[in-house]
C-alpha cells in the first residue's frame, strides 16, 4: 500500500507522501524487528518515488517530442512560477545531484526542477542517477521524522499523530514564510 501510494503521490503532487513515510516508519519502528521494517520502508518508499518521478520524467520526454508536445511544454511552463523554473535551471547546470535532492525536499520543488531538467535535455538515464539518490535522501529524512515521532510515545498511533502534524507543518512553513516575507 505505501508503495502504490507514494507512487501515486509522486505522479499527482496531491497527494501528501512525506507524512506517509513519516508514518510508516512510525508502525515499523514499533514492529518486532525494527531494524529490518525501517530498512523496507525506505526501500518501498524510496523505489515508489523514483518510479513516479522517472514515469513523470518519461512522460514528459514523449510530449516533447511529440507534434503537441510545445503546447504541452507551454501549459507547463505557464502553470510552473517563472521565477522557480529559471532558478532551478541556473542551479542544475552548476550542481545537477544535490539540486535533485534538494528539490525533492522542498515542497513543490520537484516538478520545477523536473521542468527545468526536461527544457535542458537530459537524458533519462542521467535524470535517473541523480533522482535516485534524491529519493533515497527524501524517504531518508520523512523516516528519520518517523521514527523520532514514533519513539516519544509506547502506542504507534500517538506518534504517527505527531508525525502527520510534524511533516504537514514542516511542508506549510515555506508559503507561510514567504507570506510573512510578502507583507
Not at 2 to 18: A, D, E, I, K, R
Not at 53 to 80: H, K, N, P
Not at 87 to 114: D, T, Y
Request: overall charge positive; proline content about 6%.
Amino acid at each position: 500500500m505505501l508503495f502504490l501510494l507514494v507512487l501515486l503521490g509522486s505522479l499527482v503532487p496531491v497527494v501528501p507522501t512525506g507524512p506517509l513515510v513519516g508514518s510508516a516508519a512510525v508502525v515499523a519502528f514499533h514492529h518486532a524487528a525494527p531494524a529490518v521494517s525501517l530498512l523496507v520502508v525506505l526501500a518501498v518508499a524510496a523505489t515508489a518515488a523514483c518510479a513516479g518521478d522517472l514515469a513523470l520524467y518519461w512522460l514528459g520526454r514523449r510530449g516533447m517530442e511529440s507534434r503537441g508536445g510545445t503546447r504541452w511544454l507551454e501549459r507547463i511552463r505557464d502553470r510552473a512560477p517563472q521565477e522557480r523554473l529559471e532558478q532551478a535551471q541556473e542551479r542544475l547546470g552548476r550542481h545537477a545531484v544535490p539540486v535533485l535532492v534538494l528539490s525533492r525536499m522542498i515542497p513543490a520543488g520537484r516538478l520545477p526542477v523536473i521542468l527545468a531538467c526536461l527544457v535542458a535535455r537530459w537524458p533519462l538515464r542521467r535524470f535517473a542517477r541523480g533522482n535516485s539518490l534524491a529519493c533515497v535522501a527524501w524517504a531518508a529524512t520523512y523516516q528519520v521524522i518517523g521514527v523520532l515521532g514514533g519513539s516519544l510515545f509506547d502506542e504507534p498511533w500517538k506518534g504517527v499523530v505527531v508525525v502527520v502534524v510534524l511533516t504537514l507543518a514542516i511542508s506549510a512553513a515555506p508559503a507561510v514564510w514567504n507570506r510573512l516575507r510578502d507583507r
